[in-house]
Structures are given as structure tokens and as C-alpha cells.
């Protein structure tokens, strides 16, 4: 069973930088598919961005052009870079990995604990 932890959430000026990370731990061989979700308070979770194994990327509208996935597969680690953040980035940011990638919540079967965004006007 692979294991998820995420690190380097925090708070940032609305134009300014974040990068978060997320460790993988334990079997991660089936970590063939990772992406980042986040979820504001009162919203449902939503996809961020996702990396297959080839490291295709796909991004939601909202984050194209500011948002970068990225991952080192020999360090078993999931990034994203976050540029130019507006207060509505302001969320919990969680990475998660799934066999298959997929647009679909229901889909991505391991998740980490989450890591803290905010984004201030």
C-alpha cells in the first residue's frame, strides 16, 4: 500500500509563489498516475493537475499557464509549482495517485493528509 504525505503548504500574497511536495512511500510502483486536488471550505474537491508515469500533464482551466505538475519518479515525489496565486487558489491542496489517470474524484484511491494554501488579497 502506498502511503502519501504532502509538505510546503503555508500563505502568500494574492501574484505571489508556492510549491508544494508530496512524498510517496511503500508500494510505489502503482503510483502510476499522480495528481493534486484541492478542496475550499464549503466546495466540493477538485482535480488540480495531473502527471502519468510518461509525464503527460493535465491541468483544469483555472491553473493553465500558472500551475506546473511535476515528478521525480526515482525519489518516488509529486510536485506544484503555483505562480501568480489569486485568493481563490486559497484551499487544501491534496495529492493522490490512481492506476489510471482520470478527471473523476472516485477514481484516485490513496491520498495524502493535505496541505494548507492560503491565498491573501
Known amino acids: 500500500q502506498v502511503q502519501l504525505a504532502e509538505s510546503g503548504g503555508g500563505s502568500v500574497q494574492a501574484g505571489g509563489s508556492l510549491r508544494i511536495s508530496c512524498a510517496a512511500t511503500?508500494?510505489?510502483?502503482?503510483?502510476?498516475?499522480m495528481g493534486w486536488f484541492r478542496q475550499a471550505p464549503g466546495k466540493e474537491r477538485e482535480g488540480v493537475a495531473g502527471?502519468?508515469?510518461?509525464?503527460?500533464?493535465s491541468y483544469v482551466d483555472s491553473v493553465k499557464g500558472r500551475f506546473t505538475v511535476s515528478r521525480d519518479n526515482a525519489k518516488s515525489s509529486l510536485y506544484l509549482q503555483m505562480n501568480s496565486l489569486k485568493p481563490e487558489d486559497t484551499a487544501v491542496y491534496y495529492c493522490?495517485?490512481?492506476?489510471?489517470?482520470?478527471?473523476?474524484?472516485?477514481?484516485?484511491?490513496?491520498w495524502g493528509q493535505g496541505a494548507q494554501v492560503f491565498v491573501s488579497s
Open positions: 493522490a495517485s490512481t492506476f489510471f489517470c482520470s478527471s473523476e474524484v472516485a477514481d484516485w484511491g490513496v
Open positions: 511503500g508500494y510505489t510502483s502503482s503510483t502510476i498516475c
Open positions: 502527471i502519468d508515469l510518461d509525464g503527460s500533464t
